[in-house]
């Protein structure tokens, strides 16, 4: 099962309730394409594995499985699973069996950049498929959100809305599509990774300082968040880039502004995340209206979004204050992109910090939901322990 990011355009920050991760407000995201950024996760379970479940991820056993939001994902969704074999008696008992979960990432894990809502999203998914659940991807939703918020939102593909919900237990806090990719195709992102190292305050815990101790939180969630989730919500439908661009980079700084005024203070964004913002200012200005936007989860990579008909424009600036060696350039989506001059840039320190602090690019699109294959991680890593190919 290949599971994708989805990177948000309005902002997820602050639970209500931290067991169910249930979330303060609403939130939309975009998923992006797993032709470039996935998780890839295979599920097996037999009565002859002798438990208990075992998680590897990239190559590496992970004390996740043991943990209380993967443990409540396996939960529901044995339960599902042993209701249908109930209702079946001659149907193996698959809901009884150890699991053995392989996951890997093509991406930089814990940095900033959604893994863990890639990763349960995957999890959810495969699992899902294995034990041949009829649940839709709005009903696993409500399953993925207990292991990663976020991750909610990337059982679909295109432009997704993780609603808030209302009730206590959570039953209605869960995904839908808003648009499918093919809604707005166009729309592109460039990744600039200014660090793959894990990130020193944890998501988690970080929406539990700033819920316990920022002044501007409250204020944030109960009005200016659902206002600019209507206003997103008209962007996308009326397919309004510069609207869409504006409140994405207003939602990101106001996301940030509530992380330095938590207590202590949470920085997310070092030097290259600011050199990135005034690069994206720059092209925007030397074009007279919004034609790039950037936007940071919880870490210092930027993901800035614009339309293919800007690349040139967008791209092919970063292009020009960046290393020519990083390995993102000579992608099949970034080879035939030309570096232009920024003038406004030239002589700014942010071009040296940029240059020396981007350590790698990965240009990607609007991208469809999971999907599945036939690769399965756990048969290979069974054949090299046995010594085959």
Known sequence: MFCVLGYPGREYWGKRDVKLNLPTNSSLSVTLSQDDLRTHTTAYCSAKFPGPDTLSLNGAPSEEVTSSRTQACLREL???????????????????????????????????????????????????????????????????????????????????????GLEADGSDSVAVQMAPATHWPEMCALILVASAEKKDVSSTAGMQATVATSALFATRAQD?????????????RDKDFESFGRITMQESNSFHATCLDTYPPICYLNDVSRAAMRFVEAINRSTGKVI??????????????????????????????????????????????????????????????????????????????????????????????????
């Open 224 to 236: 200016v968040v659902p206002a600019r989730m209507e206003e997103m919500q008209r962007a996308i």
């Open 292 to 389: 790039a936007a950037y936007t940071f989860d919880a870490g210092p990579n930027a993901v800035i979004y614009y339309l293919k008909e800007s690349e040139e424009k967008v791209v092919g600036v970063f292009k020009s204050y960046t290393r020519t060696a990083l390995s993102g350039w000579r992608s099949s989506r970034a080879r035939h992109v030309m570096p232009i001059m920024c003038d406004e840039m030239g002589h700014d320190s942010a071009a040296r910090t940029l240059r020396d602090g981007v350590c790698d690019v990965i240009l990607t699109v609007v991208g469809d939901g999971p999907r599945r294959t036939d690769q399965h991680l756990a048969e290979d890593r069974r054949r090299k322990d046995q010594g085959e190919a």
């Open 78 to 164: 044995r339960s599902l699973r042993a209701a249908i074999e109930s209702a079946h008696p001659l149907l193996p008992p698959l809901s009884t069996y150890p699991l053995n979960i392989v996951s890997t990432n093509n991406f930089p894990t814990a940095a900033g950049l959604a893994s863990s809502a890639a990763g349960f999203a995957a999890l959810v998914r495969a699992v899902a498929d294995l034990y041949e659940l009829p649940a839709s991807a709005t009903e696993l939703s409500r399953i993925a959100r207990q292991g990663s918020g976020s991750a909610c939102r990337s059982l679909f593909g295109g432009y997704v809305a993780w609603q808030m």
